[in-house]
T-cell receptor, first 113, second 112 residues
């Protein structure tokens, strides 16, 4: 099992550009989570899905952020337009069920200049 | 609301000494509790969990955690710390909404 796969590992983009982060969860995991980590705010839950359906997106900071899960093996987090304050490490995690614990990907380090 | 608190931002310990990273929880009902570790430039890794049963839970890398219902605590412990244990540690509680709530993290530094 390759674990949770995120791409790209690093992304540097200019303010105003669209950014798309990608995640492939572990096969058979029904839950998928998107987190953002910064020094100032720590680890923040942005959105999570159950069986490809968004359950809670209350952590999505603004309308500039959107997430989709078109099938059980793929999810995207899109920022349009990007701003410097979006600079952070974005993690994807999956879990078969909440009480099983999460498996995190290696993250995408986003820098918006 | 389900929540956890990690009262210490930083824990320093000498190599070979026992270590404790503290976590307290606030839940309604039975708590499902977790510990994760994050090494630099890596994602969080699951260490151990408490669902029910023995109050002492054993996990990866020689770590264990003690669940104490009366003190609403779930402290992470290791009998003998290694320099390689230096990392950021997160406590988490599962909510019945299907997601876990994480603490703010505690940075553990083990000095040789």
């Amino acid at each position: 099992d390759a674990g949770v796969i995120q791409s790209p590992r690093h992304e540097v983009t200019e303010m105003g550009q669209e950014v798309t982060l990608r995640c492939k969860p572990i096969s058979g995991h029904d839950y998928l989570f998107w987190y953002r980590q910064t020094m100032m705010r720590g680890l923040e839950l942005l959105i999570y899905f159950n069986n490809n359906v968004p359950i809670d997106d209350s952590g999505m900071p603004e309308d500039r952020f959107s997430a989709k899960m078109p099938n059980a093996s793929f999810s995207t987090l899109k920022i349009q337009p990007s701003e410097p304050r979006d600079s952070a490490v974005y993690f994807c995690a999956s879990s078969p069920w909440g009480t099983d614990g999460y498996t995190f990907g290696s993250g995408t380090r986003l820098t918006v200049v | 609301a389900q929540s956890v608190a990690q009262p210490e931002d930083q824990v320093n310990v000498a190599e070979g000494n026992p270590l404790t990273v503290k976590c307290t929880y606030s839940v309604s009902g039975n708590p499902y509790l977790f510990w994760y570790v994050q090494y630099p430039n890596r994602g969080l890794q699951f260490l151990l969990k408490y669902i029910t049963g023995d109050n002492l839970v054993k996990g990866s890398y020689g770590f264990e955690a003690e669940f104490n219902k009366s003190q609403t605590s779930f402290h992470l412990k290791k009998p003998s710390a290694l320099v390689s244990d230096s990392a950021l540690y997160f406590c988490a509680v599962w909510t019945n909404a299907g997601k876990s709530t994480f603490g703010d993290g505690t940075t553990l530094t083990v000095k040789p």
